[in-house]
């Protein structure tokens, strides 16, 4: 008799195993059906070296998406644009900065992402963006690799001035050095008995400096006795003096006083007069220097006149005086 | 006791002798004649004034007294000849022609008539040196004489003068002018002369008034 199969059965089976191998390869692809991502550009400066699609890209140490697609920028040749995918909880602002890091010595390059809030509004593409841009900064170990070739210049030219500074007249100086300072230090042990006088010497002075300061104090405890007694009566007739040249210059002050309208007058009107008669003084004496000096030179000519000719309008020619 | 007629011979000898004296002075007072010469009696000098002949209009402004000083005559303008200016820097004077004072009182005396009424501001000379003045007008006068041409139509009188004004309240020089007026001489006579000496200083005054009326406000007094 043969045996009837159970195609509900073995249907049921089949499709079971097959639920349960889908099953199987989402999970071990690690696929979250339920997430949700968004697309971003980031542009580097200069070389993105080990940087690889798939690369992961972390934020805070997480990793939060991938690496979609590394290209050069459409518009500038001298950047990398790349095209990364992150979800959607990420927060994306416009102070997320993208920098590119390596792991450890093995090259292998990430993105770390840092900065951004979550209560900043999202990032969005500007008119003709594919993708909105999160702005790059540059890795500082590409910063140290692209200096390391100064940094072995550097450290080369300081082995050799190094070398110069041990070079070996400068280790003479240095044990010559060494050996003063031995020398010193022996002629100071020697000299112990020297600074012992010394110290002695300085003692004496000390107390010599302590009997002048006494003494000192004395005079000076003199000096003020001195002003005290003196002083007082100096000062009596400074007052005195002080009260005398103060009634004075309150005379001197009341008399102004009684005269200010005579001194206005007289700077007001007087000193113009003074000036014009000054001005008229020194015609008349230049004048009469002049005439000085005629009479010094010809006395005769002064009083009598001088001979000279003079015009006649009969004839228009000068004619002498007399005829 | 003493002889009568010894004393009279005495007496009329010592009156000879006086006689002869004064006789011998009288002679070389004569002597000295050529000398000592008290001038030329010759003709009379013909004496003429300087005087502005317009209307003399006086402000009655108080507060704008301007003090025109003595005026300062350039090359020995001054004095009572007319001075003539010949040919190669010669000078010399007018021939029987005079001023009728000092030049440089007429020149003041003229400007302050003139220039006052084409300004319309108080002028004052010397007779007003005690009175408060704003300011003083300086003259200077560098020529003031008769130039004679090649013939008598070619004479004519040159007329040049500088005015200084100074305010007295601060000492500052609010303008210094210079005019100048060279009118021809119509006939080679004193009168026609003295005639274009008179145009010039009318011409001048007339300019120098224009030039001082706006500026006499800077004179008030108590500016």
Redesign the interface.
Known sequence: METRASYVLVGGFVLTFLAGLVAFAIWIAKVDLDAEYRDYDVYFEGTVSGLLKRSIVYYSGIPVGDVRDITLAPDDPSKVRVWIRLRAEVPVSDASIAQLQFQGLTGVAYIELSGGSPDAPPLEPHPGQERPIIQSAPSPILAIFESAPNLVNEAILAVGQIQKLLSDENIASVSGVLRNSDRLAGNLADSTDDLETMVADVKEILAQTKTAAAKINQLVENSNALIEDDAKQLVTEAITTMQTATTLLARVDGMVAANEGAVTQFVNTSLPEVSRMILDLRVTARNLSRLMSRIEQNPAGVIFGTKEAEYDLKKRSTVEDGN | MENPTRNLTSSSRAHAVRKLFAGAAALMLASCGPL?????D?PADDVFSLEYDGANVNTSDMATII?V??P?MSDGLGGVDVA?A?ENR?R??????RWSSNSTDLIRDYFIRAIGSVSGTRLLGQGA??V??GC?LGVKVWAFE?V?GVS?GDDRVDIEVEFILIR?NDNRLIGQPTFSASPQVSA???ED?IDAFHDGMTNISREAGKWLAPLAGECALGE
Do not use: C, H
């Open positions: 000592i010469s008290f001038g030329d010759g003090y000083e003595e300062l003539v010949l010669k010399t004077s007018l021939q029987g022609v040196i005690d408060q003045a003083r008769f004679p008598a007295y080679a006579n004193g002369i």
